[in-house]
């Protein structure tokens, strides 16, 4: 289990940064095409407008949810996660970001 202070070093990892910005790049694609009956759908897509206007913002937001829902891992495994893991954190949190349309 990552310690308060490998979370804070997780969070300034560069490489774990990168993987969450695309992800929520992703993430906002999928949104795009998503059906307007989906549940809070007005709120999801302003905030996947807000990521595409600026997703390194998005990422930098997106950190602190992702290393959260994953501090039972290791500070090397939070550094080393995978694609799928990251996008599923990511895919999780959207909602927590996307409100007051």
Do not use: C
Request: hydrophobic share 55%.
């Amino acid at each position: 289990m990552a310690t308060y202070d490998e979370l804070l070093t997780a969070n300034g990892n560069q490489a774990l940064l990168n993987k969450v910005r695309v992800a929520v790049v992703v993430a906002a694609t999928a949104i795009m095409t998503e059906s307007d009956q989906t549940t809070n759908h007005a709120n999801r897509l302003k905030w996947a407008k807000e990521v595409f206007a600026n997703p390194a913002l998005a990422a930098t937001q997106m950190m602190w949810p992702v290393l959260a829902q994953n501090k039972a891992f290791t500070l090397a495994q939070l550094i080393a996660a995978d694609d799928a893991t990251v996008q599923a954190k990511v895919d999780l949190a959207v909602n927590v970001f996307a409100q007051g349309a």
